[in-house]
């Protein structure tokens, strides 16, 4: 019988589509890094600036057509 550890160990959590899209996005337009949360109805961005944060804002349509989503976008500085 395997251990939790073991079944943990060999579980590979995939990020969703939205996530890996919206990442990719930021990467290659503005090489900055970024975390994302999904949650419920909405997808949370988190970026190092308020300079880049409102700027993917003006960025939203282009954004959300990249993720292919209908989600809501908030946007956070951290």
């Known amino acids: 019988m ?4 073991d079944i943990l160990a060999r579980a590979m ?3 969703p589509a939205e996530v890996r899209a ?3 996005f930021i990467d290659e337009r503005f090489h900055a890094p970024s975390s994302i949360g ?3 109805n909405a997808i949370t961005i988190t970026v190092a600036s308020a300079a880049l944060a ?3 804002r003006m960025h939203l349509p282009e954004l959300q ?3 292919d989503t209908t989600k809501r976008l908030v946007f956070r500085i951290g």
């Not at 395997?2 to 550890?5: F, G, I, R, V």
């Open 38 to 40: 999904v949650h419920g």
């Open 54 to 56: 409102n700027t993917l």
């Open 2 to 5: 395997d251990s939790l550890q």
């Open 65 to 67: 057509a990249a993720a």
């Open 13 to 15: 959590p995939q990020e």
């Open 22 to 24: 919206i990442k990719r």
